[in-house]
């Protein structure tokens, strides 16, 4: 018996010790990704309950309770996976959407012209487009929250006042230029929580049958009733969104994990080098007398014309996919999950979360109360008499920050769409001021003329805009992601020749260079990240739903039947 104790213990400790061992692993993995690849997918998050998804789920559950609780599931679904593939070609190619689409359209050995301005730069025109919608969205959705917070203040002044939000860039880097840039990432998640606690101390001060509410989550033939096929066509139009695509596209290619290498601190070792004068000449008195003279306000003049500092883009780009090489496996193989999961839990853990209880507050609240749907100014003025002044502040806050995340993530995805496709580098802050000037207008017009009736219209406008350009965007996504030539990565391995001695081989391992030629051997693996049979026919099959739905939306639309 003691012999059959002494092995339970150790096998008991064993047991422990490995148990002990995966715990740690586990907690290594989470902080790893926690502190290096958290980030990317709020940001992607952000676009998926602006100031516009707001408008659709208040109409939704107002109008039909909770029936369309599963749309919203079902959308946020395919934004997933719109923004995985997105995620994947960034990831293992190192080039975003916008510029994939220029290698592949704009350099074509044959009809070069014709595939240029009759297919890039009408997408190209048609990107723009859906930027220009999403900001005009962002601006109005901010410009009510302002209004709802300062009754006093008129709607149009509104509207300027949150056109002046792109001062908010000044103070950041450029989160687009290699390296993530925590603290911008950090204030998008703050804002990003911001809109989720609001909305839950809201919700859960509402009357809500969550019986009910999670029944909604299940299909039913209530999806097909007059007026519910088209609303649930608003929230799929509205909640997957072109530009956070393109950006999704663009953040994926940048590496998390090593920190700056040798050669970039060479590099940068040169370049002050060259700029900075020697210890020689900084001696003599013309160069004293040189840095004597640049005052604070020399020093804060350059800083702030370097902000809108046109970069040129580099000469050598590739012209066409066949001029370029993938990114490393090892890239991949360190970024590519990580990216995925942070992706998922952000999209399925915020974004559908918020959609969701914003359209339970709308049924909980107006679904009985009230005979048209919900506006936004609506939505607080119920909130305010039926709940309480406190309610109705929470939810002017929590869209307020929806609105002003949102439309800094515009400004990025602009950014990366105008550099894609035609090479046009601009700084983030000139490229705000054109965008909000473009949304500007329209907006200021509308809310002097028409007021609230106005803006909420332009608002649902903007959303339609939106709606109609997806299908434009997401072909090409899932023509790039599903083609072998494109998706595939070539890593080299070096094996011992056949005649090699087992003696000789730590020695040669050690050669990356393939010196002892006749000692080693080296050989090229293909490794395919491309679509699955099952994604390709997944994706086309969804992209056809869309396109259905967008033609059906709008010939509802013209026969006056539209929800």
Same mark, same amino acid.
């Given at each position: 018996?003691?012999?059959?104790?002494?092995?339970?213990?150790?096998?008991?400790?064993?047991?422990?010790?490995?148990?002990?061992?995966?715990?740690?692993?586990?907690?290594?993995?989470?902080?790893?990704?926690?502190?290096?690849?958290?980030?990317?997918?709020?940001?992607?998050?952000?676009?998926?309950?602006? /100031?516009?998804?707001?408008?659709?789920?208040?109409?939704?559950?107002?109008?039909?309770?909770?029936?369309?609780?599963?749309?919203?599931?079902?959308?946020?679904?395919?934004?997933?996976?719109?923004?995985?593939?997105?995620?994947?070609?960034?990831?293992?190619?190192?080039?975003?959407?916008?510029?994939?689409?220029?290698?592949?359209?704009?350099?074509?050995?044959?009809?070069?012209?014709?595939?240029?301005?009759?297919?890039?730069?009408?997408?190209?025109? +048609?990107?723009?487009?859906?930027?220009?919608?999403?900001?005009?969205?962002?601006?109005?959705?901010?410009?009510?929250?302002?209004?709802?917070?300062?009754?006093?203040? /008129?709607?149009?002044?509104?509207?300027?006042?949150?056109?002046?939000?792109?001062?908010?860039?000044?103070?950041?880097?450029?989160?687009?230029?290699?390296?993530?840039?925590?603290?911008?990432?950090?204030?998008?998640?703050?804002?990003?929580?911001?809109?989720?606690?609001?909305?839950?101390?809201?919700?859960?001060?509402?009357?809500?049958?969550?019986?009910?509410?999670?029944?909604?989550?299940?299909?039913?033939?209530?999806?097909?009733?007059?007026?519910?096929?088209?609303?649930?066509?608003?929230?799929?139009?509205?909640?997957?969104?072109?530009?956070?695509?393109?950006?999704?596209?663009?953040?994926?290619?940048?590496?998390?994990?090593?920190?700056?290498?040798?050669?970039?601190?060479?590099?940068?070792?040169?370049?002050?080098?060259?700029?900075?004068?020697?210890?020689?000449?900084?001696?003599?008195?013309?160069?004293?007398?040189?840095?004597?003279?640049?005052?604070?306000?020399?020093?804060?003049?350059?800083?702030?014309?370097?902000?809108?500092?046109?970069?040129?883009?580099?000469?050598?780009?590739?012209?066409?996919?066949?001029?370029?090489?993938?990114?490393?496996?090892?890239?991949?193989?360190?970024?590519?999950?990580?990216?995925?999961?942070?992706?998922?839990?952000? +999209?399925?853990?915020?974004?559908?979360?918020? *959609?969701?209880?914003?359209?339970?507050?709308?049924?909980?609240?107006?679904?009985?109360?009230?005979? *048209?749907?919900?506006?936004?100014?609506?939505?607080?003025?119920?909130?305010?008499?039926?709940?309480?002044?406190?309610?109705?502040?929470?939810?002017?806050?929590?869209?307020?920050?929806?609105?002003?995340?949102?439309?800094?993530?515009?400004?990025?995805?602009?950014?990366?769409?105008?550099?894609?496709?035609?090479?046009?580098?601009?700084?983030?802050?000139?490229?705000?001021?054109?965008?909000?000037?473009?949304?500007?207008?329209?907006?200021?017009?509308?809310?002097?003329?028409?007021?609230?009736?106005?803006?909420?219209?332009?608002?649902?406008?903007?959303?339609?805009?939106?709606?109609?350009?997806?299908?434009?965007?997401?072909?090409?996504?899932?023509?790039?992601?599903?083609?072998?030539?494109?998706?595939?990565?070539?890593?080299?391995?070096?094996?011992?020749? /056949?005649?090699?001695?087992?003696?000789?081989?730590?020695?040669?391992?050690?050669?990356?260079?393939?010196?002892?030629?006749?000692?080693?051997?080296?050989?090229?693996?293909?490794?395919?990240?491309?679509?699955?049979?099952?994604?390709?026919?997944?994706?086309?099959?969804?992209?056809?739903?869309?396109?259905?739905?967008?033609?059906?939306?709008?010939?509802?639309?013209?026969?006056?039947?539209?929800?």
């Amino acid at each position: 018996m003691s012999g059959e104790s002494v092995t339970s213990a150790a096998t008991f400790r064993t047991s422990a010790s490995r148990m002990s061992s995966r715990l740690r692993s586990g907690a290594h993995l989470v902080l790893h990704h926690a502190a290096k690849h958290s980030g990317v997918g709020i940001i992607c998050a952000v676009a998926y309950f602006d /100031p516009g998804n707001w408008g659709v789920d208040l109409q939704a559950g107002s109008e039909f309770g909770y029936k369309l609780l599963f749309v919203v599931l079902l959308a946020g679904l395919i934004a997933v996976y719109m923004q995985v593939l997105a995620s994947r070609l960034g990831c293992v190619t190192g080039l975003d959407l916008a510029s994939h689409c220029r290698l592949l359209l704009h350099d074509r050995p044959k009809h070069t012209w014709a595939w240029r301005w009759l297919v890039l730069y009408p997408l190209y025109a +048609l990107s723009e487009i859906a930027i220009i919608s999403t900001d005009l969205a962002e601006l109005l959705g901010s410009a009510m929250a302002l209004c709802m917070l300062f009754p006093r203040l /008129p709607l149009w002044a509104g509207v300027l006042i949150t056109a002046s939000d792109v001062l908010v860039l000044l103070a950041l880097r450029d989160p687009l230029q290699g390296k993530p840039v925590r603290l911008f990432e950090l204030l998008i998640a703050a804002l990003v929580f911001t809109v989720l606690v609001c909305m839950a101390v809201i919700v859960s001060q509402a009357g809500v049958h969550w019986g009910q509410a999670f029944d909604g989550f299940l299909p039913s033939s209530s999806l097909f009733k007059s007026g519910a096929l088209y609303t649930s066509v608003g929230i799929l139009g509205a909640t997957v969104m072109p530009h956070s695509l393109f950006l999704g596209s663009a953040l994926a290619t940048q590496d998390r994990v090593s920190s700056r290498s040798d050669i970039e601190l060479y590099k940068e070792s040169l370049t002050l080098a060259k700029s900075t004068p020697s210890l020689n000449s900084s001696i003599l008195p013309t160069d004293v007398t040189e840095r004597r003279t640049r005052t604070i306000w020399e020093r804060a003049k350059k800083s702030f014309c370097a902000v809108f500092e046109v970069l040129p883009i580099e000469d050598g780009r590739p012209r066409s996919h066949e001029e370029r090489f993938n990114n490393p496996v090892s890239f991949i193989r360190a970024h590519l999950w990580h990216g995925i999961v942070d992706m998922v839990l952000s +999209l399925l853990g915020l974004a559908v979360v918020i *959609n969701a209880l914003i359209l339970i507050l709308a049924g909980a609240e107006f679904h009985r109360t009230s005979d *048209n749907p919900a506006t936004l100014f609506d939505a607080y003025d119920l909130l305010r008499d039926r709940i309480g002044g406190s309610a109705a502040i929470l939810f002017a806050l929590a869209l307020l920050a929806s609105g002003q995340s949102s439309s800094i993530i515009a400004t990025m995805a602009g950014q990366t769409v105008s550099e894609g496709f035609i090479q046009w580098r601009v700084s983030p802050i000139l490229r705000r001021l054109i965008t909000r000037l473009l949304g500007l207008v329209p907006s200021m017009v509308v809310a002097i003329a028409l007021g609230r009736a106005g803006i909420a219209t332009l608002l649902v406008a903007s959303q339609v805009i939106l709606s109609i350009v997806l299908p434009f965007i997401v072909f090409p996504l899932i023509y790039l992601t599903s083609s072998r030539s494109i998706m595939s990565v070539r890593e080299r391995h070096m094996n011992p020749a /056949p005649s090699a001695s087992p003696d000789v081989l730590p020695s040669t391992s050690n050669d990356p260079n393939g010196a002892s030629g006749e000692l080693t051997q080296t050989f090229d693996e293909v490794m395919n990240f491309a679509n699955s049979k099952f994604t390709i026919w997944l994706g086309y099959a969804i992209w056809f739903a869309i396109v259905l739905a967008n033609v059906y939306a709008i010939v509802t639309l013209a026969m006056g039947q539209g929800g």
